[in-house]
């Protein structure tokens, strides 16, 4: 099926690794020109190499939540490709606490990577697409937003904000034919997850599934999903396929929000 994103310009936040890393793949396969940015400049040159045999991409250390730094990564990348069509906000921080041990600082991070980053991000590419009559923009809000726990506050607040946000950009900008969405996912096999399974695995002296069974047993479909999963469905949404979709939050998650609406 054609997704009729060839040619397109696409910014993808935290797109060094993971979740963001696996999307920017997926859009260079179906021919859009790819930014990626993130805070960590080997990496980043390391995710460029990798991600050049497929498609136009460049590299840029930005972090969001820094509004100077936004700004040149959009006015760089609008440079390079004369034009932005798509946005997908990954970037972002997981900060624990509970609402006896969370700090005001933690909540704060947590809001300037998620809420106010992704505004940010959203805002400066604006003019770009009403001047092109036409965008989409995805943010990829975890699944705290719908259930979140008590050991991660600074998350669940967070997540919570960015999904009223999103629903209120979407309804905002609707009609300069630019369509805003979230992706939900939970669980996904990233770095994170890799890193706490091994240190279950070593702390714990047990194998693989026993240590993701924590994960696992948390959705109907009984295992973890995998990035290039969350970037199929990106890939759509940002898609010609989905031009009737906007101020929509879809679940990728295995069954595990199944009982939740809203």
């Given amino acids: 099926m054609d997704l009729g994103i060839r040619g397109k310009a696409a910014l993808v936040t935290g797109g060094s690794r993971g979740i963001g890393f696996a999307i920017a793949r997926r859009l260079l396969a179906e021919g859009a020109r790819v930014a990626i940015c993130g805070r960590d400049e080997a990496r980043l040159a390391e995710a460029k190499s990798a991600l050049s045999t497929d ?120 009609r300069d034919n630019i369509r805003v969405n979230s992706v939900c996912p939970q669980y996904v096999e990233t770095d994170i997850i890799t890193a706490t399974l091994a240190k279950e695995m070593r702390e714990r002296n047990i194998d693989r599934a026993t240590a993701a069974s924590g994960f696992t047993r948390a959705n109907v479909l009984g295992r973890l999903g995998q990035p290039e999963e969350i970037a199929d469905l990106v890939a759509f949404i940002v898609s010609d396929r989905a031009n009737f979709v906007t101020g929509s939050s879809v679940s990728i998650d295995g069954g595990y929000n199944r009982y939740v609406f809203g």
């Fill in 55 to 174: 498609g136009e991409v460049i590299a840029i250390r930005c972090d969001t939540a820094d509004a100077e730094q936004r700004a040149a990564f959009v006015s760089r990348s609008a440079s390079e490709f004369g034009r932005i069509d798509i946005l997908v906000n990954n970037a972002g921080t997981h900060v624990r606490g509970s609402l006896d041990s969370m700090r005001e600082e933690d909540l704060q991070r947590q809001l300037n990577d998620k809420l106010f980053g992704f505004l940010g991000m959203i805002r400066e590419v604006l003019p770009h697409m009403r001047h092109a009559g036409d965008g989409r923009i995805v943010n990829i809000i975890g699944q705290a937003t719908r259930h979140p726990h008590p050991d991660r506050m600074p998350s669940g607040i967070a997540n919570a904000a960015a999904q009223a946000m999103t629903k209120s950009v979407a309804d905002a900008v609707a």
